[in-house]
């Protein structure tokens, strides 16, 4: 073979492995409707076991991003409500959803936690345009629209799945009457809680309560809604607020466990391998050489497979016989 062939060879090997590639993320974004498709997870927040579980989400593991609609996602209020249409909806090992996000709006690392409860206006007035935007009284939230114009001041909220209808103020505890039973799975002391209970919160606007599966009720919007809870900070280091529509990346879907755990290894920036449980990476060892031994296990095994077959057989036949009658193989 000539250099010249050699080079188209290669050339065309590189051109084939793009296409491969373009082809599977074109897949991807048909699949899920987001680009990208497909986030690596960094941290612990989301585990339910210290030594990796498929099926939960776990630092390491890839997550299909689903692109969808605020109106959409599944609370864990909704999912343990025995009267809502969703009721024992599960995703990742709990009920609810699980969402990626990005703090406050910003542009750092999103986060990707469940949803545990969604604040909606119940009482609200449009806001005014003046450096007074709710002049008699209520909570000024920016996204919220009333008819068709954004800019609301909230009086009173509801929280769907729960019994918080028309309340200044929200107060529920996750303990199974008041809504589903969340266990904080932490130890009880200075007044905290077994069970996720929200006290005396008023929220800074409408959106998601949201939570790490790991976290131990230390929910993202931090000790105003949630005893004991240190919050979710954004790079000025604000607290968070509920998760609004616009801050929404999408909504977890399935995950493609270990494989993420490459781009950890080679990246200069986060965590890196910290917080990816050993297992993982003994499993994405075992994948990579299992990819790279196979050909050499499969290559002879289909040999042998296809020489005993009868069109095999038969071509050896027939090439006997052409070499006897003095036939030269073509080339």
């Known amino acids: 073979m000539q250099p010249s062939d050699s080079t188209k060879?290669?050339?065309?090997?590189?051109?084939?492995?793009?296409?491969?590639i373009v082809v599977l993320i074109a897949?991807?974004?048909?699949?899920?409707?987001?680009m990208p498709p497909l986030v690596v997870v960094e941290s612990s927040s989301m585990v339910h076991d210290s030594d990796g579980e498929v099926g939960s989400i776990d630092a390491g593991d890839l997550v299909l991003v689903h692109k969808s609609s605020f109106e959409n996602i599944v609370t864990f209020a909704e999912a343990t409500d025995p009267s809502n249409p969703y009721y024992g909806h599960e995703a990742h090992g709990m009920e609810g959803d699980v969402v990626i996000y990005k703090k406050n709006g910003e542009t750092?690392?999103?986060?990707i936690h469940r949803a545990i409860l969604r604040v909606v206006p119940h009482e609200a007035y449009a806001a005014t345009s003046t450096a007074?935007?709710?002049?008699?009284?209520?909570?000024?939230?920016?996204e919220w629209s009333i008819e068709g114009s954004k800019g609301a001041c909230v009086l009173t909220w509801d929280v769907p799945g729960t019994n918080v209808v028309n309340q200044e103020s929200i107060n529920i505890s996750f303990d199974g009457i008041d809504a589903g039973v969340y266990d904080c799975e932490r130890?009880?002391?200075?007044?905290v809680e077994p069970h996720l209970v929200v006290h005396d919160w008023v929220p800074k606007h409408s959106g998601l309560l949201t939570l790490?599966?790991?976290n131990k009720c230390s929910v993202d919007q931090g000790a105003d809604a949630v005893n004991g809870s240190s919050g979710l900070r954004t790079l000025d280091g604000s607290v968070l607020g509920?998760?609004?529509?616009?801050?929404l990346v999408g909504r977890a879907g399935g995950e493609i466990p270990w494989l993420g755990a490459v781009k950890l290894m080679v990246s200069g920036t986060g965590p890196g391998l910290d917080y990816v449980p050993g297992s993982s990476l003994m499993y994405l060892f075992a994948c990579i050489g299992g990819i790279l031994v196979f050909p050499m296990v499969a290559d002879?095994?289909?040999r042998r497979i296809f020489s005993t077959s009868p069109d095999h057989i038969q071509a050896q036949q027939e090439k006997a016989f052409l070499i006897e009658l003095g036939v030269a193989e073509e080339e």
């Not at 897949?27 to 987001?34: D, N, V």
């Not at 130890?187 to 007044?191: F, I, K, T």
């Open 108 to 111: 750092s690392t999103p986060i």
């Open 27 to 34: 897949a991807l974004y048909a699949h899920t409707g987001s």
């Open 212 to 214: 790490g599966d790991a």
């Open 300 to 302: 002879p095994l289909i």
């Open 242 to 247: 509920p998760v609004q529509e616009s801050w």
């Open 9 to 20: 060879l290669l050339f065309r090997e590189i051109l084939l492995a793009g296409g491969m």
């Open 187 to 191: 130890y009880v002391h200075a007044g």
């Open 132 to 142: 007074n935007p709710c002049p008699t009284g209520g909570t000024y939230d920016a």
